[in-house]
């Protein structure tokens, strides 16, 4: 973005045939590289959006809920199209319900929006790139189309410069045969497309079950990926920002733990040597760099008893994992992707405090809930300051991510000293 556009254009209304026309020519299974060039063609580049201006963003979900927060206090407005009614996001700001690939919605979106930016990478990249065409969509529809399919997202990394664990492209049951061979077991077999907290993949333990894995995965009609497993000491991730001026920050990385596939919890700062520290934050710059990021990128990796670093995979958005940074940095990473879409300077993302982040998962609800309306003796005691955020989801289903809280402490086995002592958490 350039200096000298300190004020967004006014958006002009799209054309609904031309969005159709754009349609059919970037799809995410059957659209190459040159034509989301074109597609992304007539978007303005390097706008600086000031406060006052209308932040639009496809999904409603409890990360446009949380982005929409902190904009808000800049002096951003916000409208948000998604399909559910009075969705996390729609509660907080304006809220279009529609589906995601719904052409006239869309259009409104545009209209009334100066920017736009997505939640989570399973919007449509048809929709993002007829967006881009006529609107100002600072992220482009590229980067969704690479990081919505797992081969695509890996040759990207690659591509980076950065190592992924060895994997294979997976037709027919006779190459997964032999991948496995290969490979060795276990190794995991994934879906190239959708799957989220543990779905979509199979971990083959043995032979026997090489075949009903792949049987069972191919009725989701997408490629298949085979990863050989790697034996990981700990998961880590790290959320870098990138503005369109190429201005790149990373926030601490986090040590994650996962349970049943969803992530419970993140700690920071993570407990490894500060070498491996810089060295996945020098990782996540240069995927940033090299994928022609603007906003954040979430970048989760496996780190072995060794000290090797391996990318597991990307997200375009927003984190789970860096929810922490809510109140335990300067500033947060919803802040952080506000000030990269709009082109603004990026802020500090130093850490303040020693954090762990829990998930409040539908089975949490009811005892949260008993707890929050009486004095924590606990925190008092040992302490913590436990911030609270829910996603004001309807319905409390088991395993659904409903919120998170923020163990601020002097050091994180504090922080993890109150999250055991609540019982909340049971396993």
């Not at 399973?122 to 919505?148: C, F, H, I, R, W």
Request: hydrophobic residues 40%; charged residues 25%.
């Amino acid at each position: 973005m350039s200096e000298q556009e300190k004020q967004p254009p006014a958006l002009q209304p799209l054309d609904l045939a031309e969005l159709e026309g754009a349609l059919g020519t970037c799809g995410v299974d059957g659209c190459g590289p040159e034509n989301l060039e074109e597609a992304t063609a007539g978007s303005p580049k390097h706008q600086v959006i000031l406060p006052g201006s209308t932040i639009g963003i496809l999904g409603g979900g409890q990360l446009g809920r949380m982005m929409a927060g902190a904009g808000s206090a800049m002096g951003y407005r916000f409208v948000a199209l998604d399909p559910t009614p009075d969705a996390p996001c729609g509660q907080v700001a304006e809220q279009i319900v529609a589906a995601y690939d719904d052409h006239a919605a869309a259009a409104e979106l545009a209209q009334r929006a100066d920017v736009i930016t997505y939640e989570f990478e399973n919007v449509d990249a048809d929709v993002a790139a007829m967006l881009a065409k006529t609107s100002y969509v600072p992220q482009g529809s590229e980067l969704l189309y690479t990081t919505q399919h797992r081969l695509r997202e890996k040759r990207a990394i690659e591509a980076a410069g950065v190592r992924v664990a060895p994997y294979s492209e997976i037709g027919s049951v006779d190459e997964l045969r032999a991948a496995v061979g290969r490979f060795g077991l276990p190794c995991v077999l994934k879906t190239a497309t959708g799957g989220y907290d543990g779905k979509g993949q199979w971990v083959i333990r043995s032979e026997s079950e090489v075949e009903e894995a792949y049987e069972t995965l191919s009725l989701a009609r997408t490629e298949l990926v085979l990863e050989k497993f790697i034996a990981f000491d700990k998961e880590l991730s790290v959320i870098a920002a990138r503005s369109p001026q190429g201005e790149i920050r990373t926030f601490p990385i986090s040590e994650n733990v996962h349970v049943d596939n969803i992530l419970h919890l993140s700690i920071v700062p993570a407990r490894v040597d500060e070498a491996v520290g810089r060295k996945a934050q020098e990782l996540a710059s240069r995927i940033a760099e090299g994928l022609g990021v603007v906003g954040l990128v979430a970048v989760e990796l496996f780190l072995t008893a060794e000290g090797e670093l391996f990318v597991n995979e990307l997200a375009p958005r927003p984190h789970n994992s860096g929810h922490y940074t809510m109140e335990a940095c300067r500033t947060s990473q919803f802040e952080q992707h506000v000030r990269a879409v709009c082109g603004l300077p990026l802020g500090d993302p130093a850490l303040l405090t020693p954090v762990v982040m829990v998930n409040v998962l539908g089975e949490h609800m009811e005892p949260l809930l008993e707890r929050m309306a009486r004095p924590d003796d606990a925190a008092e005691r040992l302490n913590v300051a436990p911030k609270v955020h829910l996603y004001g989801k309807h319905e409390a289903k088991h395993k659904r991510k409903m919120g998170h809280v923020n163990v601020l402490a002097k050091d994180v086995d504090t922080a993890l000293a109150w999250i055991a002592e609540t019982n909340i958490w049971r396993f």
